[in-house]
């Protein structure tokens, strides 16, 4: 009698028992992040994305456009210049001591 009710209430179990999924946990906090740089690499160069929140615009002034990088007092210097200077010195990709061409 006790072997055929833990039968019954094993295949009760296993009946009502819901599918089990995993999922990734994350260990890092850049989901609270505003933000946010993606780098993209293959064989013709790199590819960067930003998303860039206000608290960081300090760090990428050099990518603002001109009339906008006057108005916050950065100065005077041209977008294709600022762009030049922002992929070679402040986010450059070093490989074998020479930047990838982005």
């Given at each position: 009698?006790?072997?055929?009710?833990?039968?019954?209430?094993?295949?009760?179990?296993?009946?009502?028992?819901?599918?089990?999924?995993?999922?990734?946990?994350?260990?890092?906090?850049?989901?609270?992040?505003?933000?946010?740089?993606?780098?993209?690499?293959?064989?013709?160069?790199?590819?960067?994305?930003?998303?860039?929140?206000?608290?960081?615009?300090?760090?990428?002034?050099?990518?603002?456009?001109?009339?906008?990088?006057?108005?916050?007092?950065?100065?005077?210097?041209?977008?294709?210049?600022?762009?030049?200077?922002?992929?070679?010195?402040?986010l450059a990709i070093i490989v074998d001591e020479s930047p990838l061409r982005g």
């Open positions: 009698m006790k072997a055929n009710l833990i039968s019954i209430v094993l295949t009760l179990i296993c009946l009502s028992a819901q599918p089990v999924f995993s999922d990734a946990l994350m260990q890092s906090q850049a989901i609270k992040a505003s933000t946010i740089i993606q780098y993209y690499i293959d064989e013709k160069g790199v590819k960067v994305e930003l998303e860039i929140g206000i608290e960081s615009l300090e760090g990428f002034k050099n990518l603002l456009p001109d009339e906008i990088y006057q108005q916050l007092g950065y100065g005077d210097a041209p977008l294709d210049q600022r762009l030049q200077d922002f992929f070679t010195n402040e």
